[in-house]
């Protein structure tokens, strides 16, 4: 209606004006065919002198009308384009929407922020690059894509909440969810991408709370009860979910038996497997993803117990670690096989078990996909390297196992969830009932892969 009304006006001024315009353009055609006469004109001979004053009394006269005549106009123009640039400004619902997308994924929160309260218009242009550009993007950044999304339905104040929060974590900042996110359904506890709703958001009130702690956890509080345990009756049996109880934290269930110990104290190695003079896993300790402490087990279906309390804490080099080695557990309680440990001297083939025990906690063996280090109580410490990818369709991995009295040698074992191969009896050599399994390790064994799989003297 504004439009329709708008446009009459225009049609109003231009018919009132129209005529008047030609009429002057008349005239001044006249004017100035006069004037081209009158310079052509042989005026000393042909004009009184009385006329020539009236002539050039007219002239200034004029000239000092056309110039008041056309500051008018000019004015005139002014004032209108103004008031044109003062409706385009106030009725913003029109705003481009490239442009302002380019605006709004390129500012930060705070800005945006500042750009929603400026006028109802640009909240409207906003929500929309924020729920379908912005978010996405952040997700990509944070290398999520395919494993975490948000709910289509979350109201625009929980799409700003979720862009924070995935940013947050800055570039790669939500890397490790990711990888575990993606051993979690390569074991069948999840499917990706899993989908955080407005509930999940929840755990989070205000930003200071999401600050307040290490960012697996906030992370895990959000995606945590998407992974989950199953019987193999189908029956569930928690979750990865994470639970803020006061001052704890809690994982699975909140129970008190189930609770994080979050950079537990570590005691200084008594023996010699490491250079450092700190614990391995204070040294390479990530900020974010620190070393927790838990005394959980999985006690097994067949016993109707499910998880419970073992008798021995556990340290595991980070958070991510441990999440992954709770999701082994389970599977392997339920359905796996393991390898006769094979022992042999750190020292052999050019120290090339102690090279391993000896590096970063963080750092798989060539060819593996992921590495788990952890340490007992009573001072044995461990690493288990994964040897499957989401390729396979089952885990393996490669153990390496030093005991507390016995800081010389290293325990090899390989572990399996692969179905035992058909026909093979149950006390036949691991090779024969696991061959794909069997086939695997010896690409990251090195120069002592004869030792292990082969019985070769060192």
């Known amino acids: ?54 002539v050039s009394r007219q002239f200034p006269a004029v000239s000092e009308l056309l110039a008041e005549l056309t500051e008018s106009i000019n004015s005139t123009i002014a004032l209108t384009r ?16 490239r442009p302002l997308s380019v605006v709004i994924a390129q500012s930060d929160l705070t800005a945006i922020a500042r750009f929603k309260s400026t ?26 894509s395919g494993v975490v999304q948000f709910d289509d339905q979350l109201s625009h104040g929980d799409v700003m909440k979720a862009m924070w929060m995935v940013e947050e974590g800055g570039e790669g900042g939500w890397g490790e969810v990711g990888e575990t996110l993606r051993f979690a359904e390569h074991g069948g506890y999840c499917q990706l991408p899993v989908t955080v709703g407005a509930g999940d958001l929840q755990t989070h009130a205000t930003k200071a709370d999401f600050l307040a702690l290490p960012r ?25 979910e994470l639970f803020r109880h006061t001052n704890e934290i809690r994982i699975i269930r909140n129970e008190p038996n189930f ?40 006690h097994g279906w067949q016993y109707g117990v499910g998880w419970g309390t073992g008798v021995v804490n556990r340290v595991f080099a980070s958070a991510s670690c441990m999440l992954k080695r709770l999701i082994l557990r389970h599977r392997v309680r339920t359905l796996g096989g393991c390898s006769p440990a094979v022992v042999v001297d750190r020292r052999v083939r050019g120290g090339h078990l102690d090279s391993i025990m000896t590096r970063s906690p963080h750092t798989p063996l060539n060819g593996c996909s992921g590495v788990m280090a952890y340490g007992l109580a009573n001072g044995l410490c461990g690493q288990l390297h994964v040897l499957t990818t989401s390729d396979d369709q089952f885990f393996a991995w490669i ?8 800081h010389r040698n290293v325990r090899v074992t390989i572990g399996t969830t692969e179905a035992a191969a058909a026909g093979v009896a149950h006390d036949a050599p691991f090779a024969q009932r696991f061959p794909l399994t069997a086939a695997k390790p010896r ?13 070769q003297a060192p």
């Not at 956890?217 to 928690?238: I, N, S, Y």
């Not at 497997?273 to 005394?295: E, G, L, M, Q």
């Not at 690409?443 to 082969?454: K, W």
Request: net charge positive; proline share 10%; aromatic share 4%.
């Open 119 to 144: 006028a109802r218009p640009i909240t409207d242009a906003i929500r929309p690059i924020a729920r379908n550009l912005r978010l996405p993007k952040a997700i990509e950044r944070a290398g999520l």
């Open 443 to 455: 690409r990251v064994l090195g120069p002592i892969a004869a030792i292990v799989l082969d019985g």
């Open 399 to 406: 153990a390496f196992r030093i005991q507390p009295s016995d």
């Open 216 to 240: 697996f956890c906030v992370q895990w509080m959000l995606v945590g009860r998407h992974v989950a345990f199953q019987l193999p009756g189908g029956q569930q049996d928690g979750t990865l």
């Open 259 to 298: 609770t994080l110990t979050i950079n537990p104290p570590l005691p200084l190695p008594n023996r010699a497997i490491h250079p450092f003079s700190r614990h391995p896993f204070t040294h390479h300790a990530k900020p974010h993803d620190p070393p927790v402490r838990h005394r959980i087990e999985w």
């Open 82 to 97: 103004h008031r044109r640039a003062q409706a385009r400004r106030l009725h913003l619902y029109d705003l481009p929407a």
């Open 1 to 54: 209606m504004a439009a329709i009304a708008a446009a009459q006006m225009s049609a109003a001024v231009r018919a009132r004006l129209l005529p008047q315009v030609e009429g002057y353009r008349l005239k001044q055609a006249q004017v100035n065919s006069c004037i081209d006469q009158l310079t052509q004109t042989d005026t000393a001979a042909s004009m009184a002198p009385l006329m020539v004053d009236k």
